[in-house]
């Protein structure tokens, strides 16, 4: 699954929908692995509105990955920073989690994440 | 007309084989009117400030073999009016995760190999219906549902369940999820109707639902115009006249911009 999916993703449990915390969930002992993909400044330009710059920035720190700037960079700023570029790009395009699991900070649950796919299936205790 | 995604590589022991509904929603889909709708609502030229408007996310709820997600990804260009969509998937069923993602790949390598562009796929997630999205995660929903009436509803995969070597008892189970559909064949549709205002985006969301008829479409469209002004839900593709229960039709529901007060009084 791409890295940029926990920008979409929060804890299934109902009960945690209603508390911030179930969002971003913390990724956990993930596996990274990396995609080459060609540059794609028009896709990385629109994508970058569309999230949750705070959740991205969230992820990015636990995962020691680059840091990212407070705010989303806009269209003109991206095209002339290379270093950012090729960063977001790498982050948001290509890393993938292969193996790992994703935990909710609200009720702790952990999601795990097997050859790339992430099982949201609960318990029936839990649904 | 565009050429249905390949899925020669799926087992369909255990994963739903595309079939006419399957079909009725790749029609729809890039059929003029959608092709439209859809070019206009997502309009690349129509952001804020000048810039241009942010990268439209589709999500498919049971995605199956995949034939779905697969076309609308890669496809995005005709459908959409621009490549740069954002794609992803959900279903019960880890077969039907795998080979999802497969057939996205395969459809994608043939849109390269012609240097035709794609759009960019997350990949798919094992989650019953929407219950792992955060609100306004979506943009475009789609959803061919387990619709058949059965007098029960099968049980869903619990993580508990080892789906290593699947017996034929598992794969009946599997293929069951994909079809029944409970009381009016609406039990699990009416389980995602719930979940649609929080996980439709404000602003752009919309949702397309495939029907049959034991599953009373005009009711359904009743039910989801009663959550408010705002919301519509209109027939925009349907298998013609067959009769009983696979008579299919395509709604889509979406949010408009609430009417001014002063509009109803005038008009009433």
Request: charged content about 20%; proline content about 6%.
């Amino acid at each position: 699954m791409k890295l940029l999916t926990l920008n979409f993703l929060t804890c299934a449990v109902k009960t945690c929908k209603s508390s911030s915390a179930s969002f971003p969930l913390h990724p956990k002992n993930c596996e990274l692995v990396s995609d080459t993909l060609a540059p794609n400044p028009k896709l990385l330009a629109n994508i970058l509105p569309r999230l949750d710059w705070a959740a991205l920035s969230t992820i990015a720190l636990e995962l020691n990955l680059p840091t990212l700037p407070e705010n989303a960079p806009s269209p003109e700023s991206l095209a002339e920073n290379e270093q950012l570029t090729k960063d977001l790009h790498s982050l948001l395009l290509e890393t993938q989690i292969s193996e790992g699991a994703l935990v909710c900070a609200n009720c702790g649950h952990e999601y795990a994440i097997k050859e790339g796919i992430a099982n949201f299936l609960l318990p029936n205790h839990l649904v | 007309m565009l050429p249905t995604p390949s899925t020669s590589h799926v087992a369909f022991e255990r994963i739903y084989e595309p079939a006419e509904d399957s079909y009725l929603l790749l029609d729809t889909l890039s059929a003029q009117n959608e092709k439209a709708f859809l070019s206009e609502r997502f309009n690349y030229n129509t952001g804020t400030m000048g810039q241009h408007s942010p990268a439209p996310v589709v999500f498919e709820i049971g995605t199956g073999s995949g034939v779905v997600i697969a076309f609308l990804h890669a496809f995005a260009e005709v459908i959409f009016g621009r490549a740069d969509i954002i794609t992803s998937g959900v279903d019960v069923n880890s077969y039907a995760c795998k080979a999802t993602e497969e057939t996205v790949k395969v459809a994608e390598k043939d849109q390269t190999t012609q240097t035709e562009s794609h759009g960019f796929y997350l990949g798919n997630t094992l989650a019953d219906l929407t219950s792992c999205l955060k609100s306004g995660a979506v943009d475009i929903l789609v959803f061919n549902p387990p619709y058949v009436p059965t007098p029960e509803l099968p049980a869903l995969p619990t993580i508990s369940e080892k789906l290593e070597q699947p017996s034929y008892e598992d794969d009946s189970h599997l293929l069951s999820l994909s079809y029944a559909g409970g009381a009016d064949g609406m039990e699990t549709t009416n389980r995602l109707f719930d979940d649609i205002p929080r996980v439709l985006s404000k602003d752009r969301g919309c949702a397309y639902i495939l029907l049959c008829a034991q599953n009373n479409p005009t009711e359904v469209k009743e039910r989801i115009r009663n959550w408010g002004t705002e919301w519509m839900a209109e027939t925009v593709g349907s298998s013609g006249k067959k009769a009983g229960w696979e008579k299919l039709q395509i709604i889509r529901i979406w949010r408009v911009e609430k009417i001014a007060n002063s509009n109803l009084r005038a008009s009433a």
